[in-house]
């Protein structure tokens, strides 16, 4: 099946600073989503994004389907943006293992 | 407008005892779904529905069975609970291929 690796696992960084995670896929597929679970547990939708590149105000996110890969951008990140990343693909949903991250006031 | 409600929200089981997790949506999409979380973990789908009558396994159905009578619900049923089943449970529903994932708050569960 399907592998959905994502990285890094870990990622500490100040309030304001920039990161982008990363999400490699093993085979092309038809479905790639972002997710955000927070602190308490909640899963909220970020991106639907197979291909190409979309925003949505300080998080945006590219796929390169021919290259298999998905990338995160998170810019002058907020307290609120900790949490778990998760990369998800292809049909029903394939989860990688999520990018813990936390934002340090 | 609700979204996604799962109950209950905690939920300890002693082994062999069986229960059913509900889910029930009004967004009045076809597609919901059962998921699982371990521990440090990604999902993993349990199964799924793409309209009341249909169901299909996911990547692991063994100990669970669902029903989709209408719409709105989604029951899942664990039988002969056994602790590999301890996880968080996630339903989700969504209006297809193209269409965001909408999760509900989950249901912890530990099977002691």
């Known amino acids: 099946g399907i592998q959905v690796e994502q990285s890094p696992p870990d990622l500490i960084l100040q309030e304001g600073a920039n990161s982008t995670l990363r999400c490699n896929f093993s085979?092309?597929?038809?479905?790639l989503q972002w997710f955000h679970q927070n602190p308490w547990g909640q899963l909220i939708n970020l991106f639907y994004?197979?291909?190409?590149?979309k925003q949505n105000g300080r998080l945006s996110a590219t796929t390169v389907a021919t290259e298999r890969y998905s990338l995160l951008y998170i810019s002058s990140s907020q307290t609120t943006d900790s949490g778990v990343y998760f990369c998800a693909v292809h049909g029903q949903l394939i989860w990688g293992a999520g990018t813990k991250l936390i934002i340090k006031p | 407008n609700a979204g996604v409600t799962q109950t209950p929200k905690f939920r300890i089981l002693k082994i062999g005892q069986s229960m059913t997790l509900q889910c029930t949506q009004d967004?009045?999409?076809?597609?919901m779904y059962w998921y699982r979380q371990d521990p440090g973990m990604g999902l993993k789908l349990i199964y799924y529905?793409?309209?009341?009558?249909?169901?299909d396994k996911g990547e692991v159905p063994n100990g669970y069975n669902v029903s989709r009578s209408t719409t709105e619900d989604f029951p899942l049923r664990l039988e002969l609970a056994a602790p590999s089943q301890t996880s968080v449970y996630f339903c989700?529903?969504?209006?297809?291929?193209?269409?965001?994932?909408?999760f509900g708050n989950g249901t912890r569960l530990t099977v002691t």
């Open positions: 967004m009045n999409h076809n597609y």
């Open positions: 085979d092309s597929v038809n479905n």
């Open positions: 994004i197979p291909s190409g590149t």
């Open positions: 989700a529903t969504g209006g297809g291929r193209g269409s965001p994932l909408h």
């Open positions: 529905s793409v309209g009341a009558g249909i169901t």
